[in-house]
C-alpha cells in the first residue's frame, strides 16, 4: 500500500514537473528602451527584429521601473525579491552580496528545476542555488574575457556578447532533458565603454542620428544635485569612451580590425579640433554608433535563442522574458549613465513571451517593477512562495487579470556617492503622473516635484509652484506609507560611498496635514 502510495506522489510530481513551464530570462546591463525599435522611441535608432519578436508573440511592459538604477543593487533585488536596505546590497562600491539569504533560485531548485547563469553576475560572491554557474569577474570584458565556470577560471576568445550566447546554447543542448529548466542568460552589452563587436563597426554607414531635444539640457531651476553631477557628454567622456584610444586586451587580428575603422574617423576628428557644442554633438555621434552596435549583437543573439527553442520543440512550454538592470541615457539631460529617479533610467525594457498565457502583441501600463520578478519566477514554476517580499508576481498581469489592489506608486532609493558620477543619494514616489524627489546630503536637501503630464521631458521642478502644495503634502505622506510598508528606516545606515564615509541623514517628510475641501488629489 505504501509503495503503491509513493509510485502515485512520484507520479504527480513527475507529471506537474513535466507542465510546469521552461524560463529563459535574458537580462542585459544598461539597456536603453530607446534602443529598441519595439518601444518605438521617435529617433528611431536601431531595429531590434528579435527583441520585436518577443513583443509581438508576448506582451510590453511599458511601466516596469526599478527601486535602485545601478547594476550590482539591482541583481541583488531580483535575486532577493527585495529593496536594497532589505537584502544589504546598496551600491557597487563596497557592497558584498550575502548568499546565504533565502533566494529566488535556491527555492526553484529546491522545487526541481534546473537552474544556470551565464554572463555578468556582478554581486561580488559566487553564485548559490544554481546547477551551473559560468560568469564574468566584475564588469567583465568586451573582447576575450576571462570567466569563472563553477568556480574554476577559464579564458575564452572572441566577442563578450557572442560567447555568452554560445555557452548559453551550449547549456540548453546538454542539460537534463528530463527537468524543467531556467536559464539566466545575462549580458555585458551594452555596458559602458560600449565596445562594439569588431563585425558591426560601421553598420550603420556613418548615420548622422537625431539629437534628444534635451541634449543641451541648462537644468535652469533645479538642484544642486542635478546640475553638479560628472555623467555629461560634455565633461565626462574619455578618450576610451570615445574610441580615440583602443581597449588593452586585442589579439594582433582583432587590432587590425579595430584601426581600419576608427583610425581615419579618428584623423579627421583631431583635424577638425571641435570644442564646445561642436565637441559634445561629435561624443554623441561616436556613442550611438558604438552603443547601438552593441545592442545590435545583443539583438542577433536574443534571436539565436529564439531560433533554437523553435528548433528543439521548446518554444510552447518555455517563457522568455527580456529585461535589463535599468534604462540608460542615450544623451538625454546631455547624459550617459543611469543612476536618477528620471525617466531614462528608473524606467526598464521588459518584455514576456508565455505560449498559451500571455496575449500575443499585448502590452501593460501598470507600474510594474524588477523587485516583482522573484514573485514571478516562482509563481510561475509552481514552487512554495518566499515570505516578506516587496514584489508581488506578475502572472496575472501577463494573464490579462490585473488585480484590484495592484500598486499605484512606487518608492525608489538611490544611494553611491561620490564616485563614479558624483550622483547625490536620493528617495522618492513615483505615480502615473508625478515624481515627488528628495536629494540630501552632503551637500543638499532639496525636494523636488516631476509632473510627466505638463513636463514629460522632466526638465522643470514644480515643488515650489502653489498649485501643487496639496500634491507635495499627498506624496510625501505617500513616502511615509511606502517607507513603513517596505521597512525602511530614515536615516538609512551608516555606510562608505566609494573612498569617501558619511552619515546619510536625509529628514522623513513633514507629517501631512489633514486634507480640507478643495485639495487637488495626487494622481
Not at 142 to 158: C, T
Not at 299 to 326: I, P
Not at 373 to 388: C, I, N, Q, R, V
Amino acid at each position: 500500500m505504501i509503495r503503491t502510495l509513493l509510485a502515485l506522489l512520484t507520479f504527480a510530481v513527475g507529471l506537474r514537473a513535466a507542465e510546469r513551464p521552461n524560463i529563459v530570462f535574458i537580462f542585459c546591463d544598461d539597456l536603453a528602451l530607446q534602443a529598441m525599435s519595439c518601444y518605438g522611441d521617435k529617433r528611431k535608432l536601431l531595429d531590434t527584429p528579435n527583441m520585436d519578436r518577443l513583443a509581438k508573440e508576448g506582451m510590453r511592459f511599458d511601466r516596469c521601473l526599478v527601486t535602485n538604477s545601478i547594476c550590482g543593487p539591482m541583481r541583488a533585488v531580483i535575486q532577493t525579491g527585495k529593496y536594497s536596505h532589505a537584502n544589504g546590497f546598496y551600491n557597487n562600491s563596497n557592497s558584498k552580496f550575502d548568499s546565504s539569504q533565502p533566494t529566488f533560485p535556491k527555492v526553484m531548485q529546491k522545487s526541481g528545476y534546473q537552474m544556470a547563469v551565464i554572463g555578468k553576475w556582478h554581486l561580488m560572491t559566487d553564485p548559490v542555488g544554481y546547477d551551473y554557474w559560468n560568469v564574468l569577474p566584475g564588469q567583465g570584458a568586451y573582447y576575450n574575457p576571462p570567466m569563472i565556470e563553477n568556480g574554476k577560471p577559464v579564458k575564452y576568445e572572441g566577442y563578450c556578447t557572442d560567447i555568452i550566447g554560445d555557452l548559453t546554447l551550449k547549456w540548453l543542448d546538454s542539460r537534463d532533458k528530463t527537468k524543467p529548466f531556467m536559464m539566466m542568460c545575462q549580458h555585458k552589452a551594452p555596458h559602458r565603454e560600449w565596445e562594439p563587436p569588431l563585425r558591426l563597426l560601421g553598420f550603420d554607414n556613418d548615420r548622422v542620428y537625431d539629437e534628444p531635444e534635451t541634449l543641451f539640457d541648462a537644468y535652469s531651476g533645479r538642484s544642486k544635485a542635478v546640475s553638479d553631477h560628472d555623467m555629461g557628454i560634455d565633461r565626462t567622456f574619455t578618450e576610451r569612451d570615445a574610441k580615440l584610444v583602443m581597449p588593452g586586451n586585442l589579439t594582433a587580428e582583432q587590432k587590425q580590425a579595430w584601426n581600419a575603422y576608427y583610425e581615419p574617423r579618428n584623423a579627421k576628428y583631431a583635424a577638425a579640433a571641435p570644442t564646445g557644442r561642436d565637441l559634445v554633438k561629435w561624443r554623441y555621434q561616436r556613442y550611438m554608433h558604438d552603443y547601438l552596435a552593441c545592442v545590435k549583437a545583443v539583438d542577433e543573439n536574443v534571436g539565436r535563442v529564439l531560433d533554437y527553442l523553435d528548433k528543439n520543440d521548446l518554444t510552447k512550454n518555455t517563457v522568455v522574458m527580456l529585461s535589463s538592470d535599468q534604462g540608460f541615457y542615450l544623451g538625454e539631460h546631455g547624459w550617459f549613465d543611469k543612476r536618477w529617479v528620471f525617466e531614462e533610467s528608473v524606467r526598464t525594457p521588459f518584455l514576456a513571451r508565455w505560449p498559451g498565457v500571455i496575449p500575443a502583441g499585448s502590452s501593460n501600463s501598470q507600474l510594474t517593477s524588477l523587485v516583482d520578478l522573484a514573485s514571478t519566477f516562482t509563481d510561475m514554476a509552481g514552487a512554495p512562495p518566499m515570505e516578506g517580499l516587496h514584489g508581488r508576481s506578475l502572472v496575472p498581469i501577463m494573464k490579462g487579470e490585473t488585480p484590484a489592489d495592484w500598486r499605484k506608486s512606487h518608492y525608489y532609493h538611490y544611494y553611491e556617492y561620490p564616485v563614479p558620477h558624483r550622483v547625490r543619494p536620493h528617495y522618492g514616489v513615483i505615480t502615473d503622473r508625478y515624481k515627488l524627489i528628495h536629494y540630501y546630503k552632503p551637500d543638499v536637501d532639496d525636494w523636488e516635484l516631476l509632473d510627466r503630464q505638463k513636463d514629460p521631458l522632466e526638465t522643470k521642478s514644480f515643488y515650489n509652484d502653489p498649485e501643487y502644495a496639496d500634491t507635495v503634502k499627498e506624496l510625501k505622506a505617500e513616502i511615509i506609507r511606502l517607507q513603513k510598508e517596505l521597512g525602511e528606516t530614515m536615516p538609512p545606515p551608516r555606510f562608505a560611498h566609494g573612498n569617501k564615509a558619511f552619515d546619510n541623514e536625509p529628514q522623513p517628510p513633514e507629517q501631512p496635514k489633514k486634507k480640507g475641501k478643495g485639495k487637488k488629489k495626487a494622481e
